[in-house]
T-cell receptor
């Protein structure tokens, strides 16, 4: 069973640029959530995708957007990067069926640095 | 609104000593509760979870946690800490009314001294 994978591992961008982060969910999982973890903080929920549609969003501006593909992998896109976007971005996959909820399995994260 | 509080930012214990990490949550319904551990530069690993049933749950690496509804708490315990337990620990609550969205505490950093 393959776990959650994320790419790239590290990324350096400058202010105003755009970035795309990728996540492959664990086998059998149909839900992907994205979190931002600033240094010294707990992860903050960005949004969740279920069956290719956004299924909940945290307090993040519209320049944070995402996609989920038919194979349940996902992308997080951030436009007009700001210095405060520097963080570890975590992807988590889970299985949602019949209204039941299960734990989320996290990937190793992508460390984004905005200069 | 849902929230999680971890009152202890940093805890230092001696190897072999017992450990208790505190977690308090705010949520109107029955919560789904989790403890995760994060080593430096790594993702989050699930230690244990509570969905329903027995309020004392066992997890991996010898950890356990007890759900106390009256105190809105879900404290993590370990009877004897090992040096390899040094890491950041996060408590999280899952909000059933918003799918699998998790709310995390700010974490407790654990240092283990010989």
């Amino acid at each position: 069973e393959t776990g959650v994978t994320q790419s790239p591992t590290h990324l350096i961008k400058t202010r105003g640029q755009q970035v795309t982060l990728r996540c492959s969910s664990q086998s059998g999982h149909n839900t992907v959530s994205w979190y931002q973890q600033a240094l010294g903080q707990g992860p903050q929920f960005i949004f969740q995708y279920y069956r290719e549609e956004e299924n909940g969003r945290g307090n993040f501006p519209p320049r944070f957007s995402g996609l989920q593909f038919p194979n349940y992998s996902s992308e997080l896109n951030v436009n007009a990067l700001e210095l405060d976007d520097s963080a570890l971005y975590l992807c988590a996959s889970s299985s949602r069926a019949g209204g039941s909820y299960n734990e989320q399995f996290f990937g190793p994260g992508t460390r984004l640095t905005v200069l | 609104a849902q929230s999680v509080t971890q009152p202890d930012i940093h805890i230092t214990v001696s190897e072999g000593a017992s450990l208790e990490l505190r977690c308090n949550y705010s949520y109107g319904a029955t919560p789904y509760l989790f403890w995760y551990v994060q080593s430096p530069g790594q993702g989050l690993q699930l230690l244990l979870k509570y969905f329903s049933g027995d309020t004392l749950v066992q997890g991996i690496k010898g950890f356990e946690a007890e759900f106390k509804r009256s105190q809105s708490s879900f404290n993590l315990r370990k009877p004897s800490v090992h040096w390899s337990d040094a890491a950041e620990y996060f408590c999280a609550v899952g909000a059933s009314n918003t799918g699998n969205q998790f709310y995390f505490g700010t974490g407790t950093s654990l240092t283990v001294i010989p």
